[in-house]
């Protein structure tokens, strides 16, 4: 079913392009500040990769909790709602005087990425014609792929040119232009029924979406047991310089972005099946990453195509949540951006511990890759479940 806007549902879909595209930079653009906040705030570096994986946890955990709680509010409240405390924790982080301040305010941003992400999933989804449901979502996670294209080096760029509180300065206005691009554009629907949180929770005994679930935690977390280190793989095996690796990272953007439109398009009755090759590509990238990050060329590619193949599979994956949980569609979307978040938390977490017994960073993208094929597994799993399913509806 299709709803009517205040706005056209491309204006709607480029605010939420915006509005992804802030959340998308202020949760990656601190990888580029660690040493500056570290000197600042006189805190080691080591605590400053808090930041990171604080907001990761915060998106898994607090996400679906904060939705649950605001699940019988109409959409457009909370979605503005959400965006004006993401817009209030830029501000408190680019005027906190310590690392304590600093790190609640990653919290409380972190906390509204879930539920955001879901509620503007789910809305593009219901919008959109049939033929471009997919289309939607992948326009919607278009912002997160283009803040990691641009907006990451972007914002380390100003941090080094100017200070680290200006980046955020930048994204609170970038959050204030989103939220007055919800206020005057998204449509003011309400569910015909009131939801029953206890119905609604019922979309957790759902199989399907049990399955996709697994994937991303089981199998994407392998995209960031590598993704995370990527930086300190081609310093010391490509022995790039900064401005090398700041054009390895405009690669993987690119491949991302790339990745994310092609799947946008993929048909709903093909997903699992395309799904099923692209974690067979990104499987081998993964394997491959340290033997192509020997020559500069291939470093390039190797960025180039992990992005395109990361990122490849979300479009996917998020259709086939948003698909598998439509009983409670903003639901789904929280708990797929959750497990997004919770596979990047734990892809982090192995990759550290992996370095901090002195395995090599062959061994490191080795388990990375290990962890994709356990997502290809469980994919296969996932067809041969809903080829059952499909014969017995149709017996």
Known sequence: MMIKSLGSTRMVLFIFMICTFAIGMTEYVVTGLLTQLSNDLNVPISTTGLLLSVYAISVAVFGPILRIFTLKLPTKPLLVAFMFIFVLSNVIAAVAPNFTVLLISRLCSAAMHAPFFGLSMALAYKMAEPAKKQRALAAVNSGLTIAIMVGVPFGSYLGGMLDWRSVFWLVAILGT???????LTIPNDKPLEVPVIKKELRVLKNKNLLLVMAIVIFGYSGVFTTYTFKEPILREIAGFSVISVTGAL???????????????????????????????????????????????PTAFLASFLLGLFAFGTVPLLNAKMIIAGQEAPSLAGTFAASAFNLANALGALIGTFILDQGASFLTLTSVGAGMTILGLAITVITIRVEEKQLVLSSA
């Open 250 to 296: 405009f690669c993987f953007g690119t491949g991302a972005v790339i990745g994310n439109f092609v799947s946008g398009r993929v048909r709903p009755e093909i997903l699992t099946k395309r799904l099923l090759m692209v974690m067979a590509g990104l499987t081998l990238v993964i394997l491959s990453f340290t033997f192509l990050a020997q020559f500069a």
């Open 177 to 183: 232009i989103s939220l007055i691009g919800l206020m």
